[in-house]
Structures are given as C-alpha cells and as structure tokens.
C-alpha cells in the first residue's frame, strides 16, 4: 500500500486501521473452502455453521443447482445490459411475477442487490425537503440511502411507535416516508407492521417495509412478516433473494403505478447490468420450493423453539426474538471475540457482530433449516462452557479481588 498512495493518505487509512484493531472491531473476511450450508470448510477444518442467512437450506440445494444448470445452457452466463436496454429477458420477467404473487402485490421490480433497491427507492422517491423516518436499527443500506436521497433523515428509537409518532407529527415542508426492517437483521425481532401503517395512514406519510430477513421464513406461504400479519396493504415492500431463496438479487413489489415509477427514477436498476437470467430461473425454482415445502418453515420454528428453551435454561443473554436470528448480548467487542474463539473451537461457526455495525456488541447466532436438533445440542452445550469458563475466569479475579468492570448482562448468571 505504501508504494501506492500518497503519505498523507497512507496515514489516514493506517490510522484509522490501528484504531479499528486497537477497539476489537477490526474486520477480516475468512476463506471458505466449501459450498454454503449446515457444515462449512475453513482451512481444512469442518464447522457447523451458525452464521448463514441461508435459513432454509437453499443455497447448495441439489435441485437448484440442476435449475442453474439447464438455464445456463438455455440462457448463456450473462444478462449482457441494463434493463431498459436489452438485459431484461424471460427468466427476469417470470421471477418479477412470481414475486409479485409470493408477496401478494400487483408487481414487482427486480434489482441486482438489496443494498441497490434501497438506495435507489429512497432516492427515486424523495427530494431535499421531504423527510425519510426510520428505526435506529435499520440496515446500513436504508440509512445509506436517505443519506444520499438529499431528504432529512430522521431516526426514532427501536420499535418506539410514540417516538415515531413525535417525528410524524412535526411539521414538514415536504412528505414523509417511513422506513423499517421487517425482522431486524441483528436482533430478529419483527416489526410492528400494523402500528406503522396505522400511523403512516393517520399521518399521510408513505410505508417502506424492508423483509429481508422475514421472506421465505415468515408467513403462510413463506411471503414475509407482511403476509403473517395478514397485511398486504404495505405500499413499498423490499424482499432479496440472497438470504432465505439462497441466490442473490433483491425485489421491490408494491403497486403497477410505484413500479412504473421506479422504472424511471430508480438509478439503482436503471444504471446497470441485469442480473444473469439463469439466477433469476433459479431463484423462480426457489420460490416454487418454497411454497412445496412448508415442512421446511415447520421445522425451522421447532429449532428456534429448541434452542431458546436450552439457551434459556442456561440464562444466557438471549435477545427478544422469535426468529432464526438469535443473538446473545455480550458486554464488550472483545469478549463477543473471545466466544467466537471458544466456538470455533468446538468447531461451530458464529458470527461476532461488532460497532459500528450494531450499538452493542453480540453473538449473532443464526439457524437454518438444514439444521438438526443434535445441532443445536452441539451449540447450546459449546455455549454452557464459554459461560462457564467466563464464570471461572470472574471467580478468580474476585480472589485476586481486581475487579473493576461493571456487571453486565452477559455475566449475570455468574
Ligand atoms: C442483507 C440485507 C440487505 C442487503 O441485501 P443484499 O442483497 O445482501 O445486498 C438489505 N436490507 C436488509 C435488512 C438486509 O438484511
């Protein structure tokens, strides 16, 4: 890097690098050697994986990969262009159909991420003057995306419909758009959808429900938290592809007349390549898996079931959350590191979720389909011992009588 950049900016990012590392939220990617699922290879060394969000099992299903494969052979590797120019093929317009049916919406618009769909329905449907609304803990992708629209972007507290209601009230030279997670990606609880749109309705404001996490895991038919609250009604509805469908790209479905819209204003679809037609046929596959195999939401939700009950029993510091996000709240970075080793240790794979991705740091244990209940066992015995090594370590430096940090949490069953 030194030969590269000038010194001045050398020092910018090897400071700003020394400071990441010096807090415990120094970030690295780790190399897989094997195809997503229940088990990973890492360095040669198998792990359970606790980290995907690959909740139904989906993304090395033998039966997509077959999918991808004959549509390679029909449909080349490659979309070629833009929508609007000559990327927009079959596959793209069957999926776009499909989910608008998944989701009970009239239409729906394809994009290549869902950090693209967020940034480009923010910005395609506010100007400077209006005001975009959102929970604190929206994903990064939202906050980015009021961030760039030119609107004010307002925050209210966690899931606090009176905080939001505060900001809804206030006077407001232009319109107001509302924008929450549907399952909050680092906490797993859900939204209350019914209280939003009630507001947004008494308010005259717009709904932006972003179901990330709820699509293909919630609802009768695997349509997201909207359709298990038996809400079809959420004007702007943003789904992706790349979680619980286990292939990749993003959707938003609402009105003919919002995607019309977006067609025009969204520069995040319009300014770039389609994705590969064979991925959107085999993201149609996934649908229709999904909606053949209820059996596979069923059996998630008994896992979910099994591990809080277990993680119960332990007092570990579960979060609120009925999801297959489960994350333990842990006191410091550097001790959500520290069980992250003992867990790799045992050979499960968790991931570490540290600031500035979330105000406090966790363990953000998911859990998927192709989990099994001797899994979960694994897990939740993996943790029984970090709690107790955790106990031993505090018990001796009660005798060595140094304690200086406050109680937390995490150590309360201590
Ligand atoms: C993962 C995620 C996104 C981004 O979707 P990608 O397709 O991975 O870019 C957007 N919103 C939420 C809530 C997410 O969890």
């Known amino acids: 890097m030194t030969a590269c950049a000038p010194q001045a900016w050398d020092q910018r990012m090897t400071e700003r ?6 807090q415990s939220v120094y970030r690295q990617r780790h190399t897989l050697s094997s195809a997503q699922g229940r088990e990973v290879i890492y ?47 079959s596959p793209h317009e069957a999926l776009e159909d ?4 998944l989701t009970g919406r009239p239409a729906a618009l394809l994009f290549s991420t869902g950090y693209m769909a967020n940034l480009g329905v923010i910005q395609a449907l506010t100007q400077r003057g209006d005001e975009v609304i959102q929970d604190r803990l929206n994903h990064a992708s939202l906050l980015d995306g009021a961030q760039l629209s030119g609107a004010r972007l307002k925050r209210y507290q966690h899931q606090d419909i009176a905080s939001l209601s505060q900001h809804l009230s206030a006077p407001c030279k232009g319109l107001k758009l509302v924008v929450s997670d549907g399952v909050f990606s680092m906490d ?17 404001a717009l709904l932006m429900i972003d179901d990330a996490h709820g699509l293909g895991v919630l609802g009768p038919r695997g349509g997201g938290l909207c359709q298990d609250y038996g809400l ?26 919002l995607i019309d819209y977006l067609t025009n204003f969204a520069r995040t ?58 994350p333990l709240a842990l006191s410091s970075s550097a001790q959500a590191l520290d069980w992250q080793a003992q867990l790799a240790q045992a050979g499960l794979w968790v991931g570490a979720i540290r600031p500035p991705t979330v105000p406090s740091p966790r363990l953000r244990i998911t859990l998927t389909a192709a989990h099994q209940i001797s899994d979960i ?6 943790l029984a011992q970090c709690l107790n090594k955790q106990c031993s370590n ?14 937390t949490q995490a150590t309360s069953s201590c």
């Open 17 to 22: 690098l020394e400071a990441r590392r010096a």
């Open 43 to 89: 360095q040669g060394q198998p792990y359970l994986n606790f980290a995907s969000n690959d909740y139904l099992g989906l993304a090395a299903d033998p039966r997509l990969m077959e999918a991808q494969r004959l549509a390679v052979k029909q449909w080349g590797v490659g979309a070629g262009s833009a929508h609007l120019v000559c990327g927009h093929q």
């Open 98 to 101: 499909a989910l608008a049916t």
């Open 188 to 204: 797993g609880d859900c939204a209350d959808i019914p209280a939003l749109a009630s507001q947004c309705q008494a308010h005259q």
């Open 232 to 257: 079809d009604t959420v004007p702007i509805l943003v789904g992706t592809l790349g979680k619980a469908l286990g292939t990749a790209g993003a959707f938003v479905a609402g009105s003919h007349a």
């Open 269 to 326: 679809a319009i300014y770039t390549t389609a994705q590969p037609p064979a991925v959107a046929a085999t993201t149609l596959k996934a649908i229709e898996l999904v909606q053949q195999e209820p059996e596979r939401r069923q059996h998630l939700r008994q896992l979910i079931q099994y591990f809080r009950e277990g993680a119960q029993a332990l007092a570990l510091p579960l979060l609120n959350s009925q999801t297959p996000i489960q």
């Open 377 to 382: 066992d694994r897990l939740i015995n993996a």
């Open 394 to 407: 505090r018990q001796s430096e009660i005798e060595e009588s140094v304690i200086t940090e406050p109680q």
